[in-house]
């Protein structure tokens, strides 16, 4: 499968390696705005299918019954740092369900954020599983479980009710047949869903803008969107990419990344895209820290949706020695082409 150079490593003058992989870019019709690589490659959502697995959580009406506010929701979404914020959600989702950490399926990891992590390896603090990253995914799960009178301590099994629902609102987002959805189990322990690339763009147009779908999963679309926009913290959390994007973008799109080298954004309607755009991107080694943010930000500033100075020491990503002396970058060569130059 081609796939296309979408980052260079830079040192001194010479490329040193490079980043390939696959972009697709849609427009909320379907239609192909750009493409590079081989984006009809089908590969695993990872953790950016979190806001369609959210979906069911609100359309069987566990939210509401549960008295989730929008913070909630978007901790539905997030790929937690495991800061004391995210932790403090997690637990109350948790306690609003009359559930405990220890009815959570998702397993235990130290926190993304270094110096939450170096502290409590100082002192002593054993992580939970409300530090996993997917502990808010996990929790409204586990309110979908009980709304429907699943099993609620299998939650987490591709057979559940409550998985089904998610592979159902996977499939319909990304517009394919629900048998054509691969699945496989993800590092929290709850299935992931592969599709292509093009289909995972697709899917985050129709979430920006859901008009092909029932007017319950509309208002359901519409609930997550305000609410990862509206508490970018809460979907990542200090230095984390979608943060940073989603509150410099001033709530013209939604961001969420995927392990293994995904990202997908959703552009919310405006003048100048009126149907949206759906964003997917597929870093083909997998880079999470190098080559994805540097191309992150490139497609977005070409769109003009965040400023041309905005994260001028992302991307270009600069390298330094040990000394802290600037001796190479890693900086994106995708062009999208002269009509998406900036406002």
């Known amino acids: 499968m081609y796939s296309e150079v979408l980052a260079n490593v830079v040192r001194g003058a010479t490329v040193e390696s490079v980043h390939t992989g696959h972009v697709a870019i849609v427009d909320g019709d379907g239609g192909t705005v750009f493409e590079c690589g081989s984006p009809s490659t089908v590969t695993f959502f990872r953790s950016a299918s979190k806001p369609f697995q959210a979906i069911p959580c609100i359309t069987s009406g566990a939210a509401d019954a549960f008295g989730f506010t929008d913070e909630e929701i978007a901790m539905a979404c997030a790929s937690h740092s495991g800061e004391p914020i995210h932790v403090e959600h ?66 987490e099994l591709l057979d559940s009710p409550v998985q089904r629902r998610a592979m159902r609102c996977v499939a319909d987002f990304a517009e394919v047949p629900m048998e054509k959805v691969k699945t496989a189990i993800d590092g929290c322990a709850a299935p992931n869903f592969a599709v292509s690339v093009t289909a995972m763009a697709r899917s985050f147009a129709n979430l920006v803008r859901p008009v092909k779908l029932h007017a319950t999963v509309q208002t359901a679309a519409a609930r997550v969107v305000s609410a990862m926009m509206g508490y970018p913290e809460l979907i990542g ?11 410099a973008g001033a709530a013209r799109f939604v961001s969420k990344v995927g392990a293994d080298g995904v990202w997908c954004c959703g552009v919310m309607p405006c003048t100048r895209y009126p149907t949206g755009l759906g964003i997917a991107i597929k870093v083909a080694d997998g880079d999470d820290t190098r080559g994805r943010p540097v191309i992150a930000i490139s497609i977005l500033k070409q769109l003009g949706l965040i400023s041309s100075e905005s994260f001028a020491d992302l991307s270009p990503m600069l390298i330094k020695n040990r000394r802290g002396q600037t ?10 082409g002269p009509q998406y130059l900036p406002f």
Request: with cysteine; charged share 30%; aromatic share 2%.
């Open 237 to 247: 959390g200090t230095g984390r990419l979608d943060t940073m994007l989603m509150q």
């Open 327 to 336: 001796v190479g970058r890693v900086e994106s060569d995708l062009r999208l």
């Open 90 to 155: 997690a637990r109350r989702m948790l306690e609003k369900t009359g559930s405990s950490e220890e009815d959570l399926r998702c397993g235990v990891h130290l926190p993304f954020n270094e110096d939450v992590s170096r502290e409590m390896v100082r002192s002593g603090e054993e992580p939970t599983q409300l530090h996993n990253n997917c502990s808010g995914k996990h929790a409204a799960m586990l309110a979908l479980a009980k709304r429907i009178d699943a099993d609620p301590g299998k939650y």
